[in-house]
T-cell receptor, first 117, second 113 residues
Framework: AQTVTQSQPEMSVQEAETVTLSCTYD???????LFWYKQPPSRQMILVIR??????QNATENRFSVNFQKAAKSFSLKISDSQLGDAAMYFCAYRSVSTGTASKLTFGTGTRLQVTL | NAGVMQNPRHLVRRRGQEARLRCSPM?????VYWYRQLPEEGLKFMVYLQKENIIDESGMPKERFSAEFPKEGPSILRIQQVVRGDSAAYFC???????????FGPGTRLTVT
């Protein structure tokens, strides 16, 4: 079974600075998808960024980018120019490319990000 | 295109009562997933359904919990004889066929008193 580990329960960053959230995962599969979700106090799950494992290029979405190291099974999220609205819980998630019973998302335990002035 | 809808947003039940949580997927989405989030924890998969079929229920507790996704109408997660430990946020997500992304609803927060 796949597992996702987020070793940083809490992180803090000053406004306009850059922060990196860590995520590692364990799988025996060679192809899969990885995601970062944001959960603000409203509890709505918002997809921040996605990465297909077969793509070597790291995904980027505006101020959000990932560092995907497939051999190390590492998938970190970098937030540049942090804003107060970035304060939230961030969850890393894994999904197999297989359909059927393998299509569920496996989540890490989350990192709470605080943004200070 | 409206997003994934869940109702109610908040549900309070006394121990021993039944809880029914509803999820209306996005238009064109025939796949529905249910996840549970206990306080201060990540989301845990419960069940995956397609129209009229349960595809994967490996995350569902063996007793008291059931789910359905009928041909017409929303998906329903049903919890019978609720206990305090069932207090959690329950999220529904949907996806269209052949798409790996899941779109989440706002969740239902269940409180058992």
């Amino acid at each position: 079974a796949q597992t996702v580990t987020q070793s940083q329960p809490e992180m803090s960053v000053q406004e306009a600075e850059t922060v990196t959230l860590s995520c590692t995962y364990d799988t025996s599969e060679s192809d899969y998808y990885l995601f970062w979700y944001k959960q603000p106090p409203s509890r709505q799950m918002i997809l921040v960024i996605r990465q297909e494992a077969y793509k070597q290029q790291n995904a980027t979405e505006n101020r959000f980018s990932v560092n995907f190291q497939k051999a190390a099974k590492s998938f970190s999220l970098k937030i540049s120019d942090s804003q107060l609205g970035d304060a939230a819980m961030y969850f890393c998630a894994y999904r197999s490319v297989s359909t059927g019973t393998a299509s569920k998302l496996t989540f890490g335990t989350g990192t709470r990000l605080q943004v200070t002035l | 295109n409206a997003g994934v809808m869940q109702n109610p947003r908040h549900l309070v039940r006394r121990r021993g009562q039944e809880a029914r949580l509803r999820c209306s997927p996005m238009k064109g989405h025939s796949h529905v997933y249910w996840y549970r989030q206990l306080p201060e924890e990540g989301l845990k998969f419960m069940v995956y359904l397609q129209k009229e079929n349960i595809i994967d229920e490996s995350g569902m507790p063996k007793e008291r919990f059931s789910a359905e996704f009928p041909k017409e109408g929303p998906s329903i997660l049903r919890i019978q004889q609720v206990v305090r430990g069932d207090s959690a946020a329950y999220f529904c997500a949907s996806s269209p066929p052949g798409n790996y992304e899941q779109y989440f609803g706002p969740g239902t927060r269940l409180t058992v008193t």
